[in-house]
């Protein structure tokens, strides 16, 4: 028998997880706003100190020098970017105490569902790997393709995370009626899934090149940016239609199909929610000049809708297996 306490703290400690991975999400969307991004150049200290300094008098006064030979052309020292880096290197470091707490907590699962122990364990040494691979997009000097294989895999945790918590409460999952959904629901949510995956994706490139943008033009005359948006940018905003429209079809059917009470309405209502704050944060950068607080915003909706569409898809699972 499962110790129930147990299994709740287990379930709240992986739902903290989550919340704090898409809390790091935004806090990373932050960093790339506001320029931080280089506002520690090195790795895993900052500056070569693990608690950054707070004036350029702290540092050598040849640091410039030093950093021009490790590849970091050009780095001026900016508290405020080198304090917004590092508290992001912060978060990321609570995450994994937050991830090894779930890890050690899923333990009691060894005795009724191995998988779930093995899945926790898994999701920490992800973590880690993660924490090594923002070393690289450090030392790859803000890489696009390292950036977005870096966002991917945050993804890819979340989609564990979530996965682990509703395998570990599976009894309550086979209670929800789907019996009136359509078949072909659980292809189309995969589809989105993917289509999701596929915008975020093109999202980091346009990313980059508003960063490149931002930088030419010294991160002023922000209204003139947008004379300058690559063609990513306007495939980005137009695919933007078939994700809203592919998900709107799933709300509606869901909608259609279960009772008020059902937790995969309340997921539906949620995700075109997302999806809506998603898309006024786009217009806004598109049609306000790029304001800094919209990025962030627009970055952390753009990866809530794929855990949204990931749950619904699990308790699918779930229900229907049974």
Same mark, same amino acid.
């Given at each position: 028998?499962?110790?129930?306490?147990?299994?709740?703290?287990?379930?709240? &400690?992986?739902?903290? $997880?989550?919340?704090?991975?898409?809390?790091?999400?935004?806090?990373?969307?932050?960093?790339?706003?506001?320029? %931080?991004?280089?506002?520690?150049?090195?790795?895993?200290?900052?500056?070569?100190?693990?608690?950054?300094?707070?004036?350029?008098?702290? &540092?050598?006064?040849?640091?410039?020098?030093?950093?021009?030979?490790?590849?970091?052309?050009?780095?001026?020292?900016?508290?405020?970017?080198?304090? $917004?880096?590092? %508290?992001?290197?912060?978060?990321?470091?609570?995450?994994?105490?937050?991830?090894?707490?779930?890890?050690?907590?899923?333990?009691?699962?060894?005795? $009724?569902?191995?998988?779930?122990?093995?899945?926790?364990?898994?999701?920490?040494?992800?973590?880690?790997?993660?924490?090594?691979?923002?070393?690289?997009?450090? @030392?790859?000097?803000?890489?696009?393709?390292?950036?977005?294989?870096?966002?991917?895999?945050?993804?890819?945790?979340? @989609? &564990?995370?979530?996965?682990?918590?509703? =395998?570990?409460?599976?009894? /309550?999952?086979?209670?929800?009626? /789907?019996?009136?959904?359509?078949?072909?629901?659980?292809?189309?949510?995969?589809? @989105?899934?993917?289509?999701?995956?596929?915008?975020?994706?093109?999202?980091?490139?346009?990313?980059? %090149?508003?960063?490149?943008?931002?930088?030419?033009? =010294?991160?002023?005359?922000?209204? #003139?940016?947008?004379?300058?948006?690559?063609?990513?940018? #306007?495939?980005?905003? /137009?695919?933007? @239609?078939?994700?809203?429209? $592919?998900?709107?079809?799933?709300?509606?059917?869901? #909608?259609?199909?279960?009772?008020?009470?059902?937790? &995969?309405?309340?997921?539906?209502?949620?995700?075109?929610?997302?999806?809506?704050? %998603?898309?006024?944060?786009?217009?806004?950068?598109?049609?306000?000049?790029?304001?800094?607080?919209?990025?962030?915003?627009?970055?952390?909706?753009?990866?809530?809708?794929?855990?949204?569409?990931?749950?619904?898809?699990?308790?699918?699972?779930? /229900?229907? =297996?049974?």
């Amino acid at each position: 028998m499962i110790n129930h306490q147990a299994a709740l703290r287990f379930r709240r &400690l992986g739902m903290w $997880t989550i919340c704090a991975v898409y809390f790091v999400i935004l806090v990373g969307g932050i960093v790339r706003a506001s320029g %931080a991004g280089m506002g520690c150049p090195d790795w895993p200290t900052c500056f070569g100190q693990w608690v950054p300094p707070t004036e350029e008098s702290q &540092l050598p006064p040849n640091y410039q020098e030093i950093y021009a030979e490790r590849g970091y052309k050009n780095t001026q020292f900016n508290p405020v970017k080198t304090w $917004t880096e590092y %508290a992001n290197r912060l978060v990321g470091v609570t995450i994994g105490f937050l991830i090894f707490l779930t890890a050690w907590s899923s333990r009691i699962f060894l005795k $009724t569902d191995k998988s779930i122990f093995y899945l926790s364990v898994s999701i920490f040494l992800l973590v880690g790997f993660q924490g090594w691979l923002g070393s690289l997009v450090v @030392a790859s000097n803000l890489h696009p393709f390292m950036i977005t294989l870096h966002m991917l895999l945050a993804l890819f945790i979340v @989609a &564990l995370l979530i996965y682990a918590i509703a =395998k570990s409460q599976k009894e /309550s999952l086979i209670q929800i009626d /789907s019996s009136q959904l359509p078949k072909i629901l659980n292809t189309v949510l995969i589809i @989105a899934m993917g289509l999701t995956l596929l915008q975020v994706a093109m999202g980091t490139q346009v990313r980059e %090149a508003v960063d490149f943008i931002a930088h030419k033009h =010294k991160y002023i005359d922000r209204e #003139y940016w947008r004379d300058s948006f690559p063609i990513i940018f #306007y495939i980005h905003r /137009s695919f933007s @239609a078939i994700v809203l429209f $592919t998900n709107l079809w799933i709300a509606w059917k869901i #909608y259609q199909s279960v009772d008020k009470n059902n937790v &995969l309405l309340r997921c539906s209502y949620l995700l075109v929610s997302v999806i809506g704050c %998603a898309i006024i944060a786009g217009v806004t950068l598109d049609r306000l000049g790029v304001p800094p607080v919209a990025q962030p915003i627009h970055l952390l909706m753009a990866n809530l809708i794929f855990g949204v569409q990931f749950f619904i898809y699990i308790c699918l699972y779930y /229900s229907r =297996k049974a």
